[in-house]
């Protein structure tokens, strides 16, 4: 199953616009993200991301709530698949 799982940005290490990137924290996992459709985002932001993309920015206490909703249902998996 695909996911859109929220992520909080640690670090943006590219600044162009098309190819802006960072470090992406998924409670304790971190990846390198594609930041390029959320260029109002900055380190601290919450975003959802789908397969290394970030579609859009969400609130921390939503980010966490759909967080802690994916760990009970044992969804969390895949995301230690590179």
Do not use: W
């Not at 390198?32 to 109002?40: F, G, I, R, S």
């Not at 789908?50 to 969804?75: C, I, P, R, T």
């Amino acid at each position: 199953m695909c996911l859109a799982v929220p992520g909080k940005i640690l670090d943006i290490t590219v600044e162009t616009p098309l190819e802006r990137s960072g470090k992406v924290s998924f409670g304790g996992i971190i990846k390198d993200v594609n930041l390029a459709y959320v260029p109002e985002a900055k380190v601290g932001d919450y975003v959802i991301v789908h397969v290394g993309f970030a579609l859009n920015l969400v609130d921390e206490k939503e980010a966490k709530s759909v967080f802690d909703y994916l760990a009970q249902m044992g969804e969390l998996a895949e995301l230690h698949d590179d």
